[in-house]
């Protein structure tokens, strides 16, 4: 089955540049597409620089849906927003006072690669940090997902006005010109070996080889794959209930599942039911005393609205649409017109049968 590459090298432009990471494509780009999966064949696509982080996010979705292996080489470098206090990957466009609306969320990372089958998604990392971003990560692990396997570093602030280079992830492309791709772990130790005297040990070593034995998750995507929607649902189904009896209906177990069914919705087609999920879990969250800006919150929200607008039947539409615009008042998002959309689209379809 043919493997699919993500290549993502993003820093923003001016000043608040740390790392030259588009300067690794090129590099990257003269490997073969089958080396960079470790798959006979292989999709690649690339994103230099991109401006807007939704449009990530659709590239980063579309990687995540595909059958196969998937392999995503992010360079770049991490910065906090300002209020939450969260990783963000930078962008073209981001500054210290924009993190939030113009650089990519770490956590949209983890959500959309989440229900990859185990053992088929690999990140391979090389970031730079911000002071502040350093500080937080000394207390906080960089959550890739619990199925993903992810090797590479995180680097440290460099000199004041200078601007590093993405020394990890070139001898990773280095190696992999030579025509053979050993196994990621492999690859990650001889790429670490050839930078050893650079990083001189000052960088965190990223290295999480994924999914455990006995995963609900990985029996849930294998019935995904076979199409067997009605099981995985079941299957899942069976995990929230136990979650609810043991943790409650409003913990993070039981939520937990709830999500996952709404991504199984969705993969069944059933985008009503999807939306419909999404935006019980939200509410929920927000009952639970969670902020409107909370990132699962916006998720939720984020999610729900996406699928609504995937449902074709006209009266199930309205229905969804007016609890989705009540939603979208509380939790407006970082996109900016949410509301907005919801309103107008639901004025259109009063005037459908």
């Given at each position: 089955?043919?493997?699919?590459v ?12 740390l790392?030259?990471?588009a ?8 490997v073969p597409?089958?080396v ?7 999709n690649?696509?690339?994103?230099a620089?991109?401006?807007e982080?939704q449009?990530?996010l ?7 849906a595909?059958p196969?292996?998937?392999?995503v080489?992010?360079?770049?470098q991490?910065q906090?927003d300002r209020?939450q ?8 466009r981001t500054?210290a006072a ?5 650089a ?11 229900l990859?089958?185990a053992g088929?998604?690999?990140l ?8 502040e971003s350093?500080?937080?990560l ?6 890739c ?11 440290p602030?460099p000199?004041?006005r200078a601007?590093a ?6 001898a990773?492309?280095?190696i ?6 050993p196994?990621?772990?492999q690859?990650?130790?001889q ?9 001189a040990?000052a960088?965190?070593?990223l290295?999480?080889p ?6 609900p ?5 294998a019935?995904?794959?076979?199409g067997?929607?009605?099981?995985a ?8 209930q136990?979650?609810?009896?043991v ?9 937990h599942?709830?999500?996952v ?5 969705m993969?069944?087609?059933d985008?009503?039911?999807s ?5 019980a879990v939200a509410?929920a969250?927000?009952a639970?005393g ?14 729900a609205?996406?699928?609504?607008g995937?449902v074709?039947d006209a009266a199930a539409?309205?229905?969804l ?6 939603l979208?008042?509380?939790?407006p ?6 509301l907005d959309h919801?309103r ?10």
């Amino acid at each position: 089955m043919p493997g699919t590459v993500l290549l993502l090298a993003a820093s923003p432009v001016g000043r608040g540049r740390l790392v030259d990471a588009a300067s690794v494509l090129p590099v990257l780009a003269a490997v073969p597409p089958a080396v960079l999966s470790g798959a006979d064949t292989a999709n690649v696509v690339e994103l230099a620089d991109p401006l807007e982080p939704q449009a990530v996010l659709t590239r980063l979705r579309a990687a995540a849906a595909a059958p196969g292996p998937l392999t995503v080489y992010v360079t770049g470098q991490l910065q906090l927003d300002r209020r939450q206090r969260l990783p963000h990957l930078a962008l073209a466009r981001t500054t210290a006072a924009t993190v939030r609306y113009t650089a990519l969320p770490w956590h949209w990372i983890r959500e959309e690669l989440r229900l990859r089958p185990a053992g088929t998604t690999t990140l391979l990392l090389d970031l730079h940090a911000d002071a502040e971003s350093w500080e937080w990560l000394r207390a906080h692990p960089l959550d890739c997902g619990r199925n993903n396997a992810v090797y590479g570093r995180v680097a440290p602030p460099p000199a004041r006005r200078a601007v590093a280079q993405p020394a990890y992830m070139k001898a990773l492309a280095t190696i992999l010109r030579s025509g053979f791709r050993p196994p990621p772990d492999q690859l990650h130790q001889q790429a670490r070996a050839r930078t050893a005297p650079e990083s001189a040990g000052a960088d965190l070593v990223l290295t999480t080889p994924g999914p455990a034995p006995g995963d609900p998750h990985a029996a849930i995507s294998a019935a995904v794959r076979a199409g067997r929607h009605g099981d995985a649902d079941a299957l899942a189904a069976r995990h929230e209930q136990t979650a609810v009896q043991v943790h409650g209906p409003g913990s993070e177990e039981a939520l937990h599942w709830a999500e996952v069914r709404a991504d199984l919705a969705m993969f069944a087609g059933d985008a009503a039911r999807s939306c419909r999920t999404w935006m019980a879990v939200a509410s929920a969250r927000l009952a639970a005393g969670q902020t409107p800006d909370a990132p699962a919150v916006e998720s939720a929200v984020d999610r729900a609205h996406h699928q609504w607008g995937q449902v074709k039947d006209a009266a199930a539409a309205r229905r969804l649409g007016q609890e989705l615009a009540g939603l979208r008042g509380r939790v407006p998002g970082r996109r900016e017109g949410a509301l907005d959309h919801v309103r107008r689209q639901l004025s259109q379809l009063q005037t459908q049968d």
